[in-house]
Each structure stands twice: as structure tokens, then as C-alpha cells.
């Protein structure tokens, strides 16, 4: 079996919180589990995965998203953006569009959760 990375290690760390606990995820907290410094977790995982902790937690909640839209009857954009912890639902559909190209709502839409 290979030997993971820290990065690698640190996003199976993220994908593996339950929805709430990714709700609390900060690089501060991650630098804390793993016990290294923040700006070192920042340099590794940006060098060794092109992304930076941040937008790797706002894809999480994105992939989430649509977990939790597929799964809930009459789920709105509203509710989706609360349960992972996103206060703005204009900032969820903003980071929502940009990983999926296309708006909650209309994937709510075409997932048959609205007439």
C-alpha cells in the first residue's frame, strides 16, 4: 500500500467529517489536529493539490450539497446553505455555481425536487 501524503491524509481528514463537523473545519483547526503550523499545512496542501485548504473544504460542502439536496424532500437553497454552516444563501449559490456550473436551484429542479 502506498504512503499517503500530509496533504492526501489531510483531505481524507475533511471528507471524512460528518456534515456538522465540516460546518467547524478551519485550516486552524486542521494545523491544531495535525499539529503542525497553519502556514505550512497552507504551502503543502496548495503545493501538492492546486487548491487551498479553504476552497478544499468549500468543494467538500459543494459535493455535500448536493447529497443533502438529493436526499431531502423540498429542500431550499436556504435550508441546504444552513445545515453546512454557510450563514448567506447568496454565498452558498456563489460557490455552488462555481464548482457545478449551473445554480441549486435549477439542480433542486432537475432532480425532481420541484414542480
Do not use: W
Not at 431531502?72 to 441546504?80: D, G, K, S
Not at 454557510?86 to 455552488?96: L, Y
Amino acid at each position: 500500500m502506498k504512503h499517503l501524503t500530509l496533504s492526501e491524509t489531510i483531505a481524507l481528514y475533511i471528507m471524512s467529517r460528518t456534515t456538522e463537523e465540516l460546518t467547524q473545519l478551519t485550516r486552524y483547526s486542521i494545523a491544531e489536529t495535525f499539529k503542525i503550523n497553519k502556514s505550512y499545512l497552507s504551502k503543502r496542501f496548495k503545493e501538492d493539490l492546486d487548491l487551498s485548504v479553504s476552497n478544499y473544504i468549500d468543494l467538500e460542502k459543494a459535493v455535500r450539497s448536493r447529497i443533502l439536496m438529493a436526499s431531502m424532500e423540498r429542500a431550499t437553497v436556504e435550508e441546504i446553505a444552513s445545515q453546512l454552516g454557510i450563514a448567506k444563501p447568496q454565498q452558498f449559490r456563489a460557490k455552488f455555481k462555481k464548482v457545478f456550473c449551473t445554480t441549486p436551484g435549477r439542480f433542486i429542479h432537475y432532480a425532481g425536487k420541484t414542480e
